[in-house]
């Protein structure tokens, strides 16, 4: 087996992946591993920007209080305190990194920035480059990762699971068991300290805003090993996903709301006046849950948002990406409405960490959306994300680094062969459409027993699926070799199954998760993390 020995293993080539890897650079040997092409993650498809307070007319306390309110009882405040006052810091890095965030002005005084507007937020603070923001952000992360020569960067290998070993009730990580996806091997990487920055999971649920690396493989590999995963019945469904048979769900940020499109029904009527104060700009999980309620009511298949009350001109220059991709497909967006649906988006619980992004096994780190710290509970902040992200990595680099010791062995042979006794010894071949088969399957059933309005019935059924995807997938990945899509499908199942269980686990309605049977949200008996480990 070929087996590479590293200081600090990146899984992911994220903004939470690329920030840690520069940050421990100067320190000692980097290996960044991404499953896809480099720049193939949420990351870049990011559209409304980072949120931060970079306006005097604004303040910290007001970020934290809509953040808190947003999450419904579940955000941990001091994470929240600490994420928030670091935001400025974090968005100066991102501009010595070269980022070109829209600005009028000095670009070197984060006031002459350009600040958008998002639902939740009382004040203009989401910093952004026009409607591309993620685009901007890993391209330049990308370019000083390639510029540094403590970093190799690894295309096309895909993490399977950790090295992990528990001795004396510690469990310890030392890297990772990495698929080739281009020769078809599984290699060692064996590494002093691990992060995990894989991203999000929307590819769960048949409609997604997430692209297709979205599989939930950092939770599912930190979950096998033994790590708490928190709060994964918050899925969050951002309400305006394209809704158009070649549109693929590609998202309409909600900056195009902060600047003043509303969402109307077919007979053009306005609707979200009947369901919160802060109409079209009322927080997500609001938002999303009004809509479903207006499809269901209606009939119809979308609901559609008018942007006829921004200038043509304005459009054009603040929403370009949005604006040439609908035009594509036959819309104008100075004039015609465009069709919209909620689609899966972003998962709020994820691997449980502290705010320096360390998992309860030794030497793992989790940051990005593929972790919980607390930041979101149970609803995220519109563009609280990406501020995490970063400013999490910041901090867990410089705990990686305080703790680094040089001296580990990696001489772990047993662990190395372990993966290979466990699974990979299997020869013949496996028919790929089984594969994808059962993906569908999965997607469909959690999209229609496990969305945005869940019942004990519903949530039932897809358990009695999901246990019989697991047991299919279980058999099939003893018996095959590894394939690309057979590892992403147990991971998507592994990723549902802790979603629905999370689900049933929670009796009362909270921010993202609504139950029909319990409907009320129960802050005697419910206000806390919902933690699942493999041996509970
Ligand atoms: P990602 O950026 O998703 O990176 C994950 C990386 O891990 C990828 O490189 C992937 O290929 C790799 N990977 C995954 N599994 C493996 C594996 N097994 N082995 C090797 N590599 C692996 N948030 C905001 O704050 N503001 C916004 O404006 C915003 N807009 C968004 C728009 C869209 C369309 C989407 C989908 C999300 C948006 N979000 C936004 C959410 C935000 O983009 C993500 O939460 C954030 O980018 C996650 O960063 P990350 O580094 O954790 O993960
Ligand atoms: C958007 O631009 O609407 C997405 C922002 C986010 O998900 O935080």
């Given at each position: 087996m070929i087996r590479h020995e590293i200081d600090f293993l990146v899984v992911g080539s994220g903004i939470a992946g690329l920030s840690f890897a520069l940050r421990v650079a100067s320190k000692g040997k980097v290996a960044v591993i991404t499953k896809k092409k480099d720049s193939?993650?949420?990351?870049?498809y990011a559209q409304g920007g980072i949120a931060s307070v970079i306006k005097s007319e604004d303040s910290f306390e007001k970020h934290i209080n809509d953040t808190l309110q947003a999450g419904r009882g579940l955000c941990h405040d001091d994470v929240v305190r600490v994420i928030v006052e670091h935001g400025p810091d974090a968005i100066r890095k991102l501009i010595d990194l070269g980022v070109a965030f829209s600005h009028t002005g000095d670009r070197s005084s984060l006031e002459n920035l350009d600040a958008g507007q998002e639902g939740g937020h009382s004040a203009k603070r989401v910093v952004h480059a026009a409607d591309y923001t993620g685009r901007e952000v890993e391209t330049r992360l990308l370019a000083a990762i390639k510029a540094s020569p403590n970093i190799t960067l690894y295309e096309d290998h895909l993490a399977v699971e950790l090295i992990v070993d528990s001795a004396a009730g510690k469990t310890n990580c030392y890297g990772c068991h990495v698929f080739d996806a281009i020769s078809g091997e599984i290699k060692a990487f064996a590494a002093r300290v691990t992060l995990l920055a894989t991203g999000g999971l929307g590819q769960?649920?048949?409609?997604?805003?997430?692209?297709?690396?979205?599989?939930?493989?950092?939770?599912?590999?930190?979950?096998?090993?033994?790590?708490?995963?928190?709060?994964?019945?918050?899925?969050?469904?951002?309400?305006t996903a394209l809704y158009h048979p070649e549109g693929d769900y590609f998202l309409i940020s909600e900056a195009v709301r902060g600047e003043g499109a509303r969402l109307k029904l077919k007979s053009g009527e306005t609707f979200m006046e009947n369901y919160h104060e802060q109409k079209d700009l009322a927080p997500r999980d609001v938002v999303a849950k009004a809509i479903d309620r207006e499809l269901k009511l209606s009939g119809d298949p979308c609901v559609y948002l008018d942007l006829t009350p921004i200038k043509s001109d304005y459009i054009m220059r603040r929403f370009p990406n949005i604006y040439n991709r609908l035009l594509g497909l036959g819309i104008d967006i100075t004039r015609d409405p465009i069709p919209v649906v909620p689609a899966a988006h972003?998962?709020?619980?994820?691997?449980?960490?502290?705010?320096?992004?360390?998992?309860?096994?030794?030497?793992?780190?989790?940051?990005g959306e593929t972790a919980c710290t607390g930041m979101h509970g149970a609803n995220r902040l519109a563009s609280n994300s990406l501020l995490e992200a970063v400013v999490v990595a910041e901090f867990a680099a410089e705990s990686a680094l305080d703790t680094f010791d040089s001296t580990i062995s990696l001489g772990i042979p047993k662990l190395l062969e372990k993966y290979m006794e466990d699974s990979g010894n299997s020869v013949g071949e496996h028919e790929e459409v089984l594969i994808s088969h059962s993906k569908s399957e999965l997607r469909r059933h959690m999209w229609h027993y496990v969305g945005v309005v869940r019942s004990n019935e519903r949530l039932n059924r897809a358990w009695k699926r999901l246990e019989i995807l697991t047991e299919e997938t279980e058999d099939f990945h003893h018996r095959y070799p590894p394939s690309f899509g057979a590892i992403e499908l147990r991971n998507l199942v592994t990723a549902a199954q802790l979603i629905v269980r999370s689900a049933m686990l929670r009796k009362e309605s909270r921010g993202l998760h609504y139950n029909v049977d319990y409907p009320e949200t129960d802050d005697i008996n419910w206000r806390y993390d919902t933690i699942l480990r493999k041996d509970d």
């Open positions: 193939e993650s949420n990351t870049n769960v649920y048949v409609h997604t805003t997430n692209p297709s690396i979205a599989t939930g493989d950092g939770v599912a590999m930190a979950y096998r090993a033994g790590a708490s995963i928190a709060n994964m019945e918050f899925m969050q469904f951002h309400p972003y998962m709020c619980g994820g691997i449980r960490t502290d705010v320096r992004g360390k998992t309860d096994i030794g030497r793992l780190y989790a940051v």
